[in-house]
């Protein structure tokens, strides 16, 4: 289905993002959210977390509103190599959309993808978490005032992770902070990193304290999809290389990524959410300006695919 077929259903706006076609702004409509307000209010928060089953009434209701043409769309995105990526952009001015709005929307948008994976981090389906002038945890993910590298996520796991939501619920006092993707096809050194041997052996992974995971998993960098494309499965924070030569292929690795002119910068306005295929794009964030008063809370909902299960 194309930009243009979509546009055609009502309710919604159909956009190549101005920075890459690689990338399908979706804008929800006004129409659409005050149809949504009934069907998610049957369920409070408290019900998605305690009963999956209602995760999926709440996808279907989204999806009945376009007779499954959504979800079909956001899916054929995903799965395209091409694309992979789509923002999905709400009227943030709108009363009737609130964190537990967005949550609700993120969790039918996650359900209608496929299967969410337990966050060990949060252990829920989802996680929230706040970034602050001031922090003193143990991962990147809160460090406000430093670069987050590209990366992937689900690294450090057992469960396969094909795809990532961040939604931006709230923030204040906000300069900088932009997220930073590139697809695995635009970078630069993709065919000589992809190449080297080293890419290919098993590297342990681990993680901090905060994300609740007491055991280390084995995987490659690089791997194939059935096309014989690659993909690739990389955090900065997270690898214990076993070697000279593991340590500075990781350390070539994140230069040649950092160092691509082809990442995409790119500011989310609260209410908007970015959803990406985690098998060939790569994510990250912009170092914010320094603000006592600096606050921005996310939700990140990761997953497979239901024909990944």
């Known amino acids: 289905m194309t930009v243009e077929m979509l546009n055609a259903l009502e309710g919604f706006e159909i956009s190549f993002h101005t920075k890459s076609k690689r990338i399908i702004e979706i804008k929800i409509k006004d129409e659409i959210i005050d149809k949504l307000i009934f069907p998610f209010h049957k369920f409070d928060i408290t019900a998605l977390e305690y009963k999956p089953f209602t995760r999926f009434?709440?996808?279907?209701?989204?999806?009945?509103?376009?007779?499954?043409?959504?979800?079909?769309?956001?899916?054929?995105?995903?799965k395209n190599r091409n694309t992979g990526c789509f923002i999905l952009r709400t009227n943030n001015k709108n009363n009737k959309i609130n964190d537990d709005f967005l949550v609700k929307?993120?969790?039918?948008?996650?359900?209608?993808?496929?299967?969410?994976?337990h966050d060990s981090m949060s252990g829920k389906y989802y996680a929230r978490f706040f970034v602050k002038h001031e922090d003193s945890s143990d991962s990147y993910l809160r460090k406000a005032y430093m670069n987050m590298d590209l990366h992937t996520d689900g690294t450090y796991v057992n469960e396969k992770t094909d795809w990532l939501i961040m939604t931006k619920l709230e923030e204040k006092n906000v300069k900088g902070g932009e997220t930073t993707v590139l697809h695995l096809d635009d970078w630069e050194h993709l065919e000589e990193l992809f190449k080297d041997p080293t890419g290919r052996q098993n590297f342990t992974w681990g993680s901090p304290k905060s994300k609740n995971v007491d055991y280390k998993v084995e995987h490659?960098?690089?791997?194939?999809?059935?096309n014989g494309k690659p993909q690739i499965s990389y955090i900065d924070q997270f690898p214990e290389p076993k070697n000279m030569d593991q340590g500075n292929f990781l350390q070539k690795l994140?230069?040649?990524?950092?160092?691509?002119?082809?990442?995409?910068?790119?500011?989310?306005?609260?209410?908007?959410?970015?959803?990406?295929?985690?098998?060939?794009?790569l994510h990250g964030r912009r170092p914010?300006?320094?603000?006592?008063?600096?606050?921005?809370?996310?939700?990140?909902?990761?997953?497979?695919f239901t024909d990944s299960i």
Do not use: C, M
């Open 105 to 117: 929307l993120s969790t039918a948008i996650s359900h209608l993808i496929g299967i969410p994976n």
């Open 288 to 304: 914010f300006k320094e603000n006592k008063n600096l606050s921005r809370e996310l939700l990140r909902i990761r997953g497979q």
């Open 254 to 281: 994140s230069d040649a990524l950092e160092e691509s002119k082809n990442k995409i910068i790119t500011e989310l306005p609260v209410g908007s959410a970015i959803i990406a295929n985690n098998n060939f794009w």
């Open 57 to 78: 009434t709440l996808a279907k209701s989204l999806d009945d509103l376009t007779k499954k043409k959504f979800g079909n769309y956001i899916n054929s995105i995903l």
């Open 220 to 226: 490659p960098v690089f791997n194939e999809d059935p």
